[in-house]
């Protein structure tokens, strides 16, 4: 399929933030996008690249009604030499279409999908910040379109990817956050839709992190459905405890996301010879260890936070701290090892890093 283009004409062309300017996160928007329609019969067609802009849809758009929403998240960085990495984006393209698969929808071809988005982060490159931590976010998604009112897969869908120039996801950047262990909110159950990323998995976990907020609290952590004794994840990131010399993480069971930065963290953690497990924990297990002291590390992991240390957690109106409330040294390599081959400062012995220009 051939990509047409429609650039955007200079009376369109938007003010790019400086380099001395502070980025926030996923509030400004470069001046293309990609997109790509779908229709039952004719599959996939009319891939562009066209001015950013509004879409125009159906209030009777399925989407809008039934959640038929799928997205995913990846950074495009500036290395040196001007040259332009992504990291791992083969893997958000497998997980979107698995996410896909899970809520009805078609997927999207791999190639093209690729494509698409190389051309339209190489058309905006001049939006890629420079500095340090900074990264142009990629977000592709897709919608059901069809306007019909009645529950069943849509037959017509929008695909698209849009870019924003983004700084550190939480204002703390790499300072430890403090989390509210959710014991009254759910945001997953096996079975469900948990290990998808779909927009109803995000509307479903609003509530508990506004009351967090609201008492403090960076994020929350999840507990499972079920019992709700075992942990699931942090906010929209996995989660790690280094207990003892051991780095122990929940399992992919169906209510876990399946982060590319936790598989990327457990291959490094294995590499330097440090102990992983992928096992059920329970959060007295947890907080038994942080009131020993044998709890030297928690850290939530997620491409847009890359490593987000956490100093505190609390349970049940008891506080625990974490590691002196300080980023523990395995933590920090992490963060130096991630963030040092996708800018292209470190060797990528893995193949994670793809250069685009
Ligand atoms: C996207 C996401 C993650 C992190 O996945 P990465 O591939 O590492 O960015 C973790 N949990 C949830 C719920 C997510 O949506």
Not at 160 to 171: E, R
Not at 270 to 283: N, P
Request: glycine letters at 10%; aromatic letters at 10%; charged letters at 25%.
């Amino acid at each position: 399929m051939e990509i047409s283009l429609i650039k955007a004409g200079p009376d369109r062309l938007k003010k790019k933030p400086g380099d001395n300017d502070n980025l926030n996160f996923g509030d400004i928007f470069t001046d293309h996008m990609f997109v790509m329609d779908y229709k039952e019969g004719v599959g996939w067609h009319n891939a562009r690249i066209t001015p950013y802009g509004s879409f125009q849809i159906d209030p009777a758009a399925m989407g809008i009604h039934y959640a038929q929403e799928v997205f995913e998240g990846l950074k495009a960085y500036m290395g040196k030499n001007g040259d332009i990495y992504l990291f791992r984006p083969e893997e958000n393209i497998k997980r979107f279409n698995a996410s896909a698969t899970r809520v009805c929808m078609p997927d999207v071809d791999e190639n093209i999908f690729m494509e698409g988005m190389k051309k339209v982060v190489l058309l905006d490159r001049e939006w890629i910040p420079k500095n340090r931590g900074t990264s142009l976010y990629i977000r592709p998604a897709m919608f059901a379109t069809e306007p019909h009112l009645g529950v069943r897969p849509s037959k017509e869908y929008i695909f698209f990817i849009i870019l924003s120039p983004v700084g550190n996801y939480y204002k703390e950047g790499l300072n430890p956050v403090k989390i509210y262990v959710e014991d009254k909110y759910v945001r997953a159950a096996v079975g469900g839709i948990g290990e998808a990323k779909t927009g109803g998995n995000y509307a479903a976990s609003l509530l508990a992190s506004e009351e967090a907020k609201g008492k403090g609290f960076t994020q929350v952590l999840w507990l499972d459905a079920a019992e709700r004794e075992y942990v699931d994840e942090v906010g929209t990131m996995n989660m790690f405890f280094l207990i003892n010399d051991e780095v122990l993480t929940a399992p992919l069971t169906g209510s876990v996301l399946r982060g590319i930065t936790r598989d990327s963290v457990i291959r490094l953690c294995r590499d330097w010879g440090i102990w992983v497990s992928e096992r059920k924990l329970s959060i007295y297990e947890i907080l038994d260890a942080a009131k020993s002291g044998r709890l030297k590390e928690a850290f939530g992991t997620g491409t847009a936070a890359v490593i987000s240390p956490v100093g505190q957690i609390t349970f049940k109106n008891e506080d625990h701290i974490v590691a002196g409330g300080k980023m523990g040294e395995v933590s920090q390599r992490l963060y130096n090892e991630l963030i040092g081959i996708q800018y292209g400062i470190k060797e990528d012995p893995y193949g994670w890093r793809v250069k685009i220009n």
